[in-house]
């Protein structure tokens, strides 16, 4: 996995569990007033299991992360790499195209201008 900061591949999974609250007291024992033995379950049922934080940590410039916060950060690396190739393409392509005609165009500017040296030439022969 690539660190989204630095681009390193320097990384280390880790998966730190939270363990859940095991219900309150307080509901347990209000629930035992109100409906009885069965109101220390109804009173526990609030108890939460607990979630796992998954993560990965850079070891060359520290940042931690989500898995889909790099793989987002290389999809975007990868889009903006595509953009610059393409763009380099559709550069290439244009002068490649563009130099016949500008070779083209430079070329009738010298017989044009070849043309009118030998007309003044002629002319300045004529005139003597």
């Given at each position: 996995m690539k660190c989204?900061?630095?681009?390193?591949e320097?990384?280390?999974y880790?998966a730190?569990?939270?363990?859940g609250?095991?219900?309150?007291?307080?509901?347990?024992?209000?629930g035992?007033m109100?409906?009885?033995?069965?109101?220390?379950?109804?009173?526990?049922?609030?108890?939460?299991?607990?979630?796992?934080?998954d993560?990965?940590v850079?070891?060359?410039?520290?940042?931690?992360?989500?898995?889909?916060?790099?793989?987002a950060?290389e999809?975007a690396?990868q889009e903006?790499i595509?953009?610059?190739?393409?763009a380099k393409?559709k550069?290439k392509?244009?002068l490649?195209?563009?130099?016949?005609?500008?070779?083209?165009n430079?070329d009738n500017?010298?017989?044009?201008?070849?043309?009118r040296y030998?007309?003044?030439?002629?002319r300045l022969?004529?005139?003597k």
């Open positions: 989204p900061k630095c681009g390193s320097n990384t280390q880790v730190v569990h939270h363990s609250s095991n219900g309150s007291f307080t509901d347990a024992c209000c035992m109100i409906f009885g033995p069965i109101g220390i379950l109804c009173g526990l049922c609030g108890a939460s299991p607990g979630f796992t934080d993560y990965w850079c070891h060359s410039c520290g940042k931690k992360f989500q898995a889909g916060t790099a793989q950060a999809k690396r903006k595509q953009q610059e190739l393409n393409a550069r392509a244009l490649s195209a563009a130099n016949p005609a500008i070779l083209q430079i500017e010298m017989i044009e201008a070849e043309n030998k007309a003044l030439k002629a022969k004529a005139d």
